[in-house]
């Protein structure tokens, strides 16, 4: 695909999403067939919700204060397919442009998605940081998770809305979340 000049100059040769110069292309963003500058993996990402890596987005952080309103969509439409409502809440769209944004989320199918919650019933996402509410023992690894002990970036696991991973002394664990408190 030939990339048009306008657009290269407007993103100074590097993705408008996460600011990579490998592997460039335009990407159409819908319905109004503007388009951004993205690397090849936020294409990939972007096309293949099934292949989205939620660290890989932490770029959104800065691209969605960007001054194109085609970037500021793509961020709030990767943000509301992961959940980040955090930084959702922190981005502002003018009427016609959340329109839209929304114009292009995916429908809601699964009205009985799986919740992860903590003790406390607030709901946890995939990067956030718990922190252990309970000594535990971790079968098989020797040692036990200390109560007060913060498991950063953990993972949700799919099929279980009871249980998330995350590492505690270098070991990739799965822990239950009724002992773990969102911090």
Not at 42 to 65: A, F, G, P, R, V
Not at 94 to 115: I, M, Y
Not at 120 to 139: E, F, M, R, S, Y
Request: aromatic share 4%.
């Amino acid at each position: 695909m030939d990339i048009n000049q306008k657009l290269l100059d407007r993103s100074t040769n590097k993705c408008e999403l996460c600011g990579s110069s490998e592997d460039l292309s335009a990407y159409t963003v819908a319905p109004k067939d503007e388009e951004i500058l993205v690397c090849g993996t936020c294409k990939e990402q972007l096309e293949d919700n099934d292949k989205i890596d939620e660290n890989h987005w932490h770029c959104l952080n800065d691209s969605m204060w960007s001054e194109i309103d085609a970037v500021k969509v793509v961020a709030y439409r990767m943000l509301s397919i992961m959940k980040n409502q955090d930084l959702l809440d922190m981005l502002y769209l003018e009427d016609d442009v959340k329109e839209w944004a929304d114009a292009g989320l995916p429908e809601e199918s699964d009205e009985n998605a799986l919740v992860h919650r903590d003790s406390n019933g607030v709901i946890l996402n995939a990067g956030d940081t718990v922190v252990i509410i309970k000594d535990l023992p971790v079968k098989g690894a020797g040692f036990t998770a200390k109560q007060g002990t913060a498991v950063r970036n953990i993972s949700l696991v799919h099929d279980d809305e009871t249980h998330i991973e995350g590492r505690v002394n270098g070991v990739k664990i799965h822990l239950k979340t009724c002992f773990l408190k969102k911090s």
